[in-house]
T-cell receptor, first 114, second 113 residues
Framework: DTEVTQTPKHLVMGMTNKKSLKCEQHMGHRAMYWYKQKAKKPPELMFVYSYEKLSINESVPSRFSPECPNSSLLNLHLHALQPEDSALYLC?????????????FGPGTRLTVL | AQSVTQLGSHVSVSEGALVLLRCNYSSSVPPYLFWYVQYPNQGLQLLLKYTTGATLVKGINGFEAEFKKSETSFHLTKPSAHMSDAAEYFCAVSETGGFKTIFGAGTRLFVKA
């Protein structure tokens, strides 16, 4: 099984709402990633977890809060977002997070902030 | 810092024609290089990757890429385009010693019937 699943597929939220994105993998991977992708742009790295510890935070605003409850699950908690945060949010996982590891991507959550 | 440059934001080919998508990298050490494909409203899927060893890398769906150190290039080719190849293609380099993968700006491939 080389699948990364993400829920929900689509999310519409107001600027005062609190919501969460969920990502799951059962490949035994120990590194998990959140990316943000705007239309016609490449993915931008937001966070990396390695062995359930936050390893990289790419200076992401605090209105985005990641959580890694266990080695299979990754959440992204959203609060007080801005319209410019509307984007496709992609989750990925890799074996160890080492250079050269293949990243396996989920289908993404399309987020619209009104 | 490592980076990748994809030449051409859009490439259009006829069905059955050669596909050539260009990627150049900058790296002071031997890089790990990837090509990913993204179909509309989907995540990215690995086509192929270069780590070490053979410089001609074969991937899925008939794609291949050649690592040329002297030219710092990793161009993606396919001998005969199919309509189903229409997608966005990203070249990427993996940062040595770290967790980051640096993506190029992407090339949109159009395939004409």
């Amino acid at each position: 099984d080389t699948e990364v699943t993400q829920t929900p597929k689509h999310l519409v939220m107001g600027m005062t709402n609190k919501k969460s994105l969920k990502c799951e993998q059962h490949m035994g991977h120990r590194a998990m990633y959140w990316y943000k992708q705007k239309a016609k742009k490449p993915p931008e790295l937001m966070f990396v977890y390695s062995y359930e510890k936050l390893s990289i935070n790419e200076s992401v605003p605090s209105r985005f809060s990641p959580e890694c409850p266990n080695s299979s699950l990754l959440n992204l908690h959203l609060h007080a977002l801005q319209p410019e945060d509307s984007a496709l949010y992609l989750c990925a996982s890799s074996q160890e997070g080492l250079a050269g590891d293949t990243q396996y991507f989920g289908p993404g959550t399309r987020l619209t902030v009104l | 810092a490592q980076s990748v440059t994809q030449l051409g934001s859009h490439v259009s080919v006829s069905e059955g024609a050669l596909v050539l998508l260009r990627c150049n990298y900058s790296s002071s050490v031997p890089p790990y290089l990837f090509w990913y494909v993204q179909y509309p409203n989907q995540g990215l899927q690995l086509l192929l990757k270069y780590t070490t060893g053979a410089t001609l890398v074969k991937g899925i769906n008939g794609f291949e890429a050649e690592f040329k150190k002297s030219e710092t290039s990793f161009h993606l080719t396919k001998p005969s385009a199919h309509m189903s190849d229409a997608a966005e293609y990203f070249c990427a380099v993996s940062e040595t010693g770290g967790f980051k993968t640096i993506f190029g700006a992407g090339t949109r491939l159009f395939v004409k019937a």
